[in-house]
């Protein structure tokens, strides 16, 4: 039985892929167990438990009825959620994301104020989701 695990909701489905599975295996040692670029749904686990999962947005609104309404807000808006990846090195990490498809948000810095030896960057994936790479 999978625990707790986050399923993400994409617009642009192909690059989300690509993304996540440049990534999650040298950050977490996901492997993929599930799904192909062409989706709608791919799944990476970590010794059999389902690490993260996504799920092509157009085909999760046509499940649940929603198609016709809007699939992101009109203007911008503070984040809602984010995906954060404990990491060993921070600022690899975050090269490695920005070289496979992430954009950067916010750069690689020491927080005390957050952890006495925490550091963190944060991303956002292909689809703009925010992601936190953090070591301490």
């Known amino acids: 039985m999978d625990a ?12 989300c892929f690509g993304f996540y599975r440049a990534v999650l295996p040298p950050l977490t040692g996901a492997a993929l ?16 438990q389902t690490l993260l999962a996504l799920f092509d947005r157009s085909a999760m609104a046509a499940a649940l009825g ?8 009109a203007a911008p808006a503070q984040d809602a959620a984010m995906l954060v ?5 921070v600022d690899a990490a975050l090269d490695l994301c920005l070289r496979h498809g992430g954009t950067p948000a916010a750069p690689a810095a020491d927080r005390p104020e957050w952890g006495p030896t925490l550091r963190s960057a944060h991303l956002r994936d292909p689809d703009g989701r925010l992601i936190e790479l953090q070591s301490y």
Do not use: C, I, M, Q
């Open 4 to 15: 707790l695990y986050p399923r993400l909701l994409v617009s642009r489905f192909a690059e």
């Open 33 to 48: 167990a599930k799904g192909a670029p062409e989706g709608p749904y791919a799944n990476w686990d970590v010794a059999d």
């Open 66 to 73: 929603t198609a016709e309404l809007p699939g992101h807000p």
């Open 85 to 89: 990846l404990r990491v060993d090195d």
